[in-house]
Structure formats: structure tokens, C-alpha cells
């Protein structure tokens, strides 16, 4: 048996990941365990979860991997600086007191909080250092069903490359095409993030959401201005428009005298029109870029599989347009396609580019339906529940299928917490907030009174696998909610699209586009999670017996938070959340909680727990 415990740290999300002659054991973000969301800090409570879930002291790992060089970040940091001198000097001063004292040394740094874990032999000689850009592809093309895949991963920045194209032939990965920093596809995208008002390595999924109330009236000034987009789909940024590279912010003023406005303060500046459309233009002009860089790949190098990483690749909106133009014969994403995953990558990367192992495929997929995290046993939940004086019923499997099924589709909203939780952003029905979608009022009533989060934020549908295409124009699995696919035409409510279409921005919410409105979004558009009966066989039977009861094989599936909270992670932060906000029900494994049937004194005071992301 051997061993690889893969790390990410030190940017944002935080990861460990495990895996044992090959195969994927565990896997958890930090911000999990520490409450802090998108937190970068040494991952010990993730290392210290995946270690206590395989039975392994630190000792007995075989090798460690980080998965980036902190020398060539520092390198390209030191670069920059010259090359945008003297523009630079003020972010100088301020962050190479931070790279001198942390990340120079990182290795050393490194080596100091892993021995914390226990004591480790030779450790020097078993700790390694992948490449940014290569855990990225590792992480998608080792999990992945292919022999042979083209990969493509796009982020902010890794030591030096912003975006590159591989190629995955059986174990060996061969970055075949590269684009370096300051070029970079999710910078631009972080800047108009930034723009706007959300929050950078954060709000960026926000943009994404707002895109389809807006009309891409800016999207001519972004490619004669910010970008030279060649055909390749390479391109290059002017920056003359971005503070991104030596700044303490993503853009500057020249940046705002192109588009005639300020950045939006969001303490107290509303999204208007201009937002929405300003998101509407960078999401047009992001998936253009990124299908040209897919038809190059796929003309330059013949190869019909793709796979994706990097945060970029959580763009399902564009996701769902490669997969709509039939570049590829097949597409696959890795669920955690940002930071964390790269924990993932790095420790792959190293078993079987280092150590020439070969890979053993699945049909779907080797990540095990992203359920990697923790889980709690039924004697665990009770001991907890008994402890706080929580008033609950104690089932049976099938009992709990069926009363929640039942509160379902009387319109309550229920906190469900079971299994294994997941690995990357998305809850994929082991940590969910769940609901029907055939309700009007359910969109907003989860994101003002229970996510305690913007109205305009739209809501996954998770279907039954084999009913995806009966309801979306979908043919294909998407279990880890990473593609967008429109309604298909007979369930949409054409009437209701007229009169859309007479509205301008935030009043299109009113409106029920289709039989399910609680997920379609305004553009007729939703991000489709597909269930499999054998990956989540509790998650597939609730959905199942809600589709007996009335018809309708699918369920709102939301992460069970609220704003600014990471995804639950223990039973008593899921029954905190549910004391905190207005859902009706918690079942965590077999136990299920009214809210109504709860003592008042244990309601937490929770919408400003958490800062706001």
C-alpha cells in the first residue's frame, strides 16, 4: 500500500487530498472545517480529516506534494515589478515583506506545520512540488472515463501560466500550449467581478447569474480596448485599463472612464442596468475566447475527449456552450476545478507522472461522485441532537424518504445533511437545501429568507439521470452541476416569455417561465445536476418518490449555507444554520426536525454571523 497526501494553500480554498495506490480516498477544503470560506491557510484540519478517515499517521504517508513552485511565483512577483516599474512600488513595499517572511520560504514554512501532524522520518526527502497548471490538469484528466483527452485549464494565475492545453495519453500528461501572466482570462473576468461589486475569487459565479438580465452592449469596447483576441483564441490585455499586476486593486481609472461609471460600492450603490449589462458583455466575451481555444485544440491536435480545471472551468454557463456547439464527442469537468483541486492534481500527478503508474478508468468517472469529505453515524447525530435538547423523530430509511418527499411537495424547505460531504463549491445532495421547483414563490423565498442572499441568484435542478432529457435539452450526465442547459421548448410557459421580454432587469424575476420556475433562470436556462441511482443512491430515492407523488423528477438542489458560510460540515452546524434562518425541516441521516416542534431559546440570531461574500 503507498500512500500520496496532495496540498494546495496559501492563495485561496485551501485542500488535502489522499490517495492510496492510486485510487481517491478523501479529499476536504480548510474552510470547512475552520468556517472561514475560501480560506488559504495551511490546510491541518483538512490533512488531519484525511489522515483519521484512511487510519493513517502522517508517519506513514509516503510522500507529500504541493501543488505549485513558490520559487517561480516569486519570480514572476519580481518581474512584474520591474517591468511595471516605478507603477508597482506601492503593492512592492507592501507584499514582499509578506513573500520574504511566508512564501520564499515556503518549503521550510511547509516542513514546520506538517511535523504538527506527528512525528515523520525523512521528511525533506518526501515532500514534492508540482506546477500550478499541471495539478489542474492532472486533477481533470487522471479522475476522468478517457484514454486520451485534450486539457484545458484556465485560471487567475499559477506561477507563470494563466492558461494552457494539454494533452492526456493513459498516465502521461504534455503541456502542449501555454498563456503567461499578466494575459490572463480569469483576471479579466475577477476585474469585472471586481467592477461590479462582487467579491474577487468569490463573486465571480454572482456575474456569471446576473449575465442573462443584461444585453452585451459593451462587449465591442471590451475587444477593441481590454483584449486582442487572436483565432486560437490566445489573446493578450491591455494594461493600460487593470491595476491587477502591480496595484492593491483589479482595475484603475482609465478603466472607469471607459465604461462611464465607478466601481459599485455594494454598501450602498443598487445593481442597476449598466451592472447587469456589463455582466452580460464579459460572459459573451468569455465564452467566445474559450470556444475558440476549444475548436483550436480540437483542430490542432484531432483529439475528441476534453477535459477541464482550473476556476475558469466553473463557468457552466460556458461549459454548457462548448458542449452545445459539439466541439468535443465528450466533456469532462473536475467538480472542484479551482484551488482546491489542485490538492487532488498534485498528489495524481505524482503517482503517475513521477512514479509511471498506470491509471485503472471507470465508466463515469474515478471521483466517486465528489462525496470525499466527512460523514456521521446515526449513534453520532443522536448523542449531538440529545445534547442541544433538539425535538426530533428517529426513522427508518424509507420512513425519511417519504416524509420528506411528502414536506416537499406541501412546499417546505428542508436542510439536508448525508453521507460523505463533497469535495468543491457545489452541494451535490449530501449538504443541500432542498425544495420543489414547480413553486413561483420558492426562488425568492430561499435566497431573501433562507440563503439571506441576493433575490436575483438562480437555483440548480437536480433530476434524475434518466429523465434529463425529457425536461432540459440535455443529453448528457451532469452530476457535478458543472453544465447549463436550456428547458426544453414543451415545458417552458411561452405566454409568460412574451411578456419577459417586455420587462427590463430585476422584474423578469416575477415571471413563470416554465413548469419548473424556481430553476429556470430568465433566459430559459438552468444548471443541470443529473442523479445517479448508484452514486447517491438516498439522494436518487428522494428525488424518485417526490417524482411519484407528483409527477416531477426533480428537486431544487441549493449548498446547504447561507451568505458568506461555507457549505455545513458537522451536524451541529447544520442544525445551527437551521435554527438560523426560515427552513421548516433538518434531516440529518435518519433523524428528522421541525422547525415548529423546536424550543424557541435554541433560534441562533445568524443572518450577520458571517461577512457577507
Not at 534 to 545: A, D, S
Request: glycine letters at 6%.
Amino acid at each position: 500500500m503507498e500512500s500520496v497526501l496532495g496540498i494546495s494553500a496559501f492563495y485561496h480554498d485551501s485542500a488535502a487530498a489522499l490517495i492510496i495506490d492510486g485510487k481517491i480516498v478523501a479529499a476536504a477544503q480548510e474552510e470547512r472545517f475552520t468556517r472561514i470560506k475560501h480560506d488559504k491557510s495551511y490546510p491541518s484540519n483538512a490533512i488531519n480529516f484525511v489522515l483519521e478517515f484512511s487510519s493513517l499517521k502522517i508517519g506513514e504517508i509516503d510522500s507529500i506534494v504541493f501543488f505549485e513552485k513558490p520559487f517561480l511565483k516569486f519570480e514572476r512577483l519580481i518581474e512584474t515589478y520591474l517591468a511595471f516599474s516605478p507603477r508597482g512600488f506601492k503593492s512592492f513595499i507592501y507584499s514582499m515583506p509578506i513573500w520574504l517572511k511566508e512564501k520564499l520560504f515556503q518549503k521550510k514554512f511547509l516542513i514546520e506545520e506538517i511535523k504538527k501532524h506527528g512525528h515523520i522520518k525523512n521528511l525533506k526527502n518526501k515532500l514534492y512540488f508540482s506546477e500550478h497548471h499541471l495539478s489542474h490538469a492532472a486533477s481533470a484528466f487522471y479522475p476522468s472515463p478517457f484514454k486520451e483527452a485534450l486539457i484545458v485549464t484556465a485560471d487567475g494565475v499559477g506561477e507563470w501560466a494563466t492558461t494552457t492545453i494539454s494533452i492526456g495519453k493513459e498516465n502521461k500528461i504534455n503541456i502542449v500550449k501555454e498563456l503567461n501572466f499578466p494575459h490572463s482570462l480569469g483576471l479579466l473576468y475577477s476585474a469585472f467581478t471586481y467592477y461590479i461589486g462582487f467579491k474577487v475569487n468569490s463573486g465571480e459565479y454572482k456575474l456569471m447569474g446576473l449575465a442573462p438580465y443584461g444585453k452585451p452592449k459593451y462587449k465591442d469596447i471590451i475587444l477593441k480596448k481590454l483584449i486582442d483576441v487572436k483565432e486560437d483564441g490566445s489573446f493578450l490585455l491591455n494594461q493600460d485599463y487593470f491595476n491587477y499586476a502591480t496595484g492593491l486593486t483589479m482595475t484603475n481609472n482609465k478603466f472607469e472612464k471607459l465604461f462611464g461609471q465607478k466601481v459599485r460600492d455594494p454598501r450602498k450603490d443598487d445593481i442597476t442596468e449598466f451592472h447587469m449589462d456589463i455582466a452580460a458583455s464579459i460572459q459573451e466575451v468569455t465564452e467566445e475566447i474559450i470556444l475558440k481555444i476549444c475548436r483550436f485544440a480540437r483542430d490542432e491536435f484531432k483529439i475528441d475527449n476534453l477535459c477541464l480545471a482550473g476556476g475558469v472551468a466553473l463557468n457552466c454557463v460556458a461549459n454548457g456552450k462548448i458542449l452545445k456547439n459539439n466541439i468535443f464527442k465528450n466533456v469532462w469537468i473536475q467538480p472542484a476545478a479551482g484551488d482546491a483541486g489542485c490538492a487532488l492534481g498534485a498528489a495524481l500527478a505524482y503517482w503517475h507522472i513521477n512514479k509511471k503508474n498506470a491509471r485503472h478508468l471507470e465508466t463515469d468517472d474515478n471521483m466517486k461522485g465528489s462525496l470525499l469529505g466527512p460523514q456521521y453515524s446515526n449513534s453520532f447525530v443522536k448523542k449531538y441532537l440529545d445534547k442541544v435538547g433538539a425535538n426530533y423523530q428517529e426513522l427508518e430509511e424509507n420512513e425519511v424518504i417519504e416524509k420528506t418527499s411528502e414536506e416537499i411537495s406541501n412546499g417546505k424547505a428542508i436542510g439536508w445533511f448525508q453521507g460523505r460531504s463533497e469535495f468543491g463549491p457545489r452541494a451535490l445532495g449530501n449538504r443541500s437545501i432542498l425544495a420543489d421547483p414547480r413553486n413561483a414563490k420558492m426562488q425568492k423565498l430561499l435566497n431573501l429568507k433562507i440563503k439571506f442572499r441576493e433575490s436575483f441568484r438562480p437555483f440548480a435542478p437536480a433530476v434524475i439521470e434518466e429523465d434529463v432529457s425529457k425536461w432540459f435539452d440535455l443529453e448528457v450526465k451532469s452530476p457535478y452541476m458543472l453544465l447549463v442547459a436550456e428547458i426544453k421548448e414543451e415545458i417552458k410557459n411561452l405566454n409568460n416569455i412574451k411578456e419577459r421580454d417586455k420587462l427590463n432587469g430585476f422584474e423578469k424575476i416575477k415571471l413563470g417561465l416554465s413548469k419548473i420556475p424556481a430553476v429556470t433562470h430568465v433566459d430559459c436556462s438552468a444548471r443541470v445536476q443529473t442523479v445517479n441511482e448508484k452514486k447517491n443512491r438516498k439522494f436518487y430515492k428522494l428525488i424518485n418518490k417526490f417524482k411519484k407523488k407528483t409527477g416531477c423528477p426533480i428537486l431544487i438542489n441549493t449548498s446547504f449555507n447561507v451568505r458568506g458560510e461555507p457549505i455545513v460540515n458537522t451536524p451541529e452546524e447544520a442544525f445551527n444554520c437551521f435554527m438560523g434562518n426560515n427552513l421548516d425541516v433538518l434531516v440529518i441521516e435518519n433523524f428528522f426536525l421541525k422547525k415548529e416542534m423546536q424550543n424557541k431559546s435554541l433560534k441562533k440570531n445568524y443572518k450577520s454571523h458571517f461577512e457577507l461574500d
